[in-house]
């Protein structure tokens, strides 16, 4: 088997990673896991497409940007999704909040892009040639870029008030609003970093594996697939869950064909809920 079909694995599963990264982020203190989380990974896509591949801005400017237009974007989100639950007070109010969300945010940006794909020039256009496979600057970037957020989070929950306070907060809410600890700006922080994390790597992503305005939900659902086989809530699940979706997924286009690729993910989803339904490191929680 070519060397070429791992890394292009090891790729993919990356920016899966991340994505369930960015959605474990947002669940450990809420509960809640966002299927309108995908249309960060858009947003990221439509600033490279617009800012660098039209306008030329320098990468500098053109990152400040998008983590300032990611910031609103996930306080917009959190508005979205956490005013109705807690007006609801139905514990699945949830599901539909972030459906809605994603459908609106997909909305503006079909409206905004019609007919275009995100494709712009890659940031750094250079090869690194590994036993004769190739494995573009950019691409390399995306994977470190998963096992710096990966660590980060963890230190970051571990080290700092905030990430305590998460901590806290994810292991009961209501004993935590009693001794003090801010729920609402933890959870508003949250939503925020989360759609930061996801936005970075839409950016740094979109011009190798070209993305649609319509394509949030896609990538929603195999951050949501990699975190479910990983164990939700768990950092650690989410990364070797997206890898492994990610490798199965590239080793069976070059095997079967393109539409196979995506099938064997969900066979694989389906047979680890009926073996270990709480995923590889899930811890068996109610949600809100």
Known sequence: MSLQIWIDGLFAGSVFAI????MTIVYQPTRIMNFAQGEGF???????????GVWKWP???SLVVLVIA???????????V?????????KF??????LAAAMIFQSAFNIKYV?????????????????GAKLSVQKLLVILMMIIVFIANDQFLKRTLWGRSIRAIAHNPDTSTILGIPTKPVIKLAFITGTIVIALVGFLASPVIIVAPAAGLFFTIQGFTAAIIG?????????VGGLMIGILDSVVRSWLGGTWGLFSTFFVLAVILILKPNGFFGKRVEGR
């Open 42 to 52: 858009i947003l990221g896509a439509a600033l490279g497409y617009q800012l660098v």
């Open 59 to 61: 990468l500098i400017q």
């Open 231 to 239: 164990g939700v809530g768990s950092p650690k699940g989410a990364v």
């Open 19 to 22: 994505i369930a990264l960015s």
């Open 82 to 90: 956490m005013l109705p639950v807690q007006l609801s007070g139905s």
């Open 93 to 98: 109010a949830w599901i539909i909040a972030t």
């Open 115 to 131: 007919n275009v794909t995100f494709s712009y020039f890659d940031l750094i256009e250079k090869d690194i040639s590994i036993f």
């Open 70 to 80: 990611a910031a609103l974007m996930g306080f917009i989100m959190e508005r979205m």
